[in-house]
Nanobody, 115 residues
Framework: VQLVESGGGLVQPGGSLRLSCAAS????????MNWYRQAPGKERELVAT????????NYADSVKGRFTISRDNAKNMVYLQMNSLKPEDTAVYYC?????????WGQGTQVTVSS
């Protein structure tokens, strides 16, 4: 199983970013996918989840209405569209899947929201 995130960077408050996660090594369309984040000195938190077929999504209260998770099962990709970014969204963002009774993580992508 391999997960590779991309799309992070430095953005001003109120701006937008789109994170991407390329997945391989498992039957992508069969598994729910997650985005987590970890800010300095804080625990890793679940940001968003999308079901295997894509119609069901869930979000942390802190990002509801601002972030959108989506997936393309034909391309083995999962995305996180982040709008109206706030300084408190600054963190390393990780793509995650629970497959074959284990949790798998990408290397993470840094998102920094600052003026």
């Amino acid at each position: 199983v391999q997960l590779v995130e991309s799309g992070g960077g430095l953005v001003q408050p109120g701006g937008s970013l789109r994170l991407s996660c390329a997945a391989s090594g498992f039957t992508f369309r069969s598994y729910a996918m997650n985005w987590y984040r970890q800010a300095p000195g804080k625990e890793r938190e679940l940001v968003a989840t999308i079901s295997s077929g894509g119609p069901t999504t869930n979000y942390a209260d802190s990002v509801k209405g601002r972030f959108t998770i989506s997936r393309d099962n034909a391309k083995n990709m999962v995305y996180l569209q982040m709008n109206s970014l706030k300084p408190e969204d600054t963190a390393v963002y990780y793509c995650n899947v629970r497959a074959y009774s284990a949790y798998y993580w990408g290397q993470g992508t840094q998102v920094t929201v600052s003026s």
